[in-house]
């Protein structure tokens, strides 16, 4: 059973940085995409960013410019650099890979930007 494993979440003032990284405990064949999404008390979980096979990205509007993310087929990891936190910004963040039809998610990581 693959399990994804977020870390790197915690407590920030606004302006600042924070760098989340994702796991897998297993291996993952056949990745086609890996993601990021968040979910803010209250909101639905909304999509952050994600990487396809080939290397492009696609990011939410809201965190253009100022978040990047990055994966490794090979090692079945992804990461996600934040820059320019705002606190709206705050949420529980997921890990998501898609691979072979099969999606799997991480437990999410809390991320809190203070203002």
């Known amino acids: 059973q693959v399990q994804l494993v977020e870390s790197g979440g915690g407590l920030v003032q606004a302006g600042g940085s924070l760098r989340l990284s994702c796991a897998a405990s297993?291996?993952?064949?056949?990745?086609?995409?890996m993601a990021w999404y968040r979910q803010a008390p209250g909101n639905n979980r909304e999509f952050v960013a994600h990487?396809?096979?080939?290397?492009?990205?696609n990011y939410a509007d809201s965190v253009k410019g100022r978040f990047t993310i990055s994966g490794d087929n090979a090692k079945n990891t992804v990461t996600l650099q934040m820059g320019s936190l705002k606190p709206e910004d705050t949420g529980v963040y997921y890990c998501?890979?898609?691979?072979?039809?099969?999606?799997?998610w991480g437990q999410g990581t809390q991320v809190t930007v203070s203002s």
């Open positions: 998501y890979i898609r691979a072979l039809g099969m999606g799997y």
């Open positions: 297993g291996s993952i064949s056949g990745i086609g995409v």
């Open positions: 990487i396809m096979r080939g290397g492009s990205t």
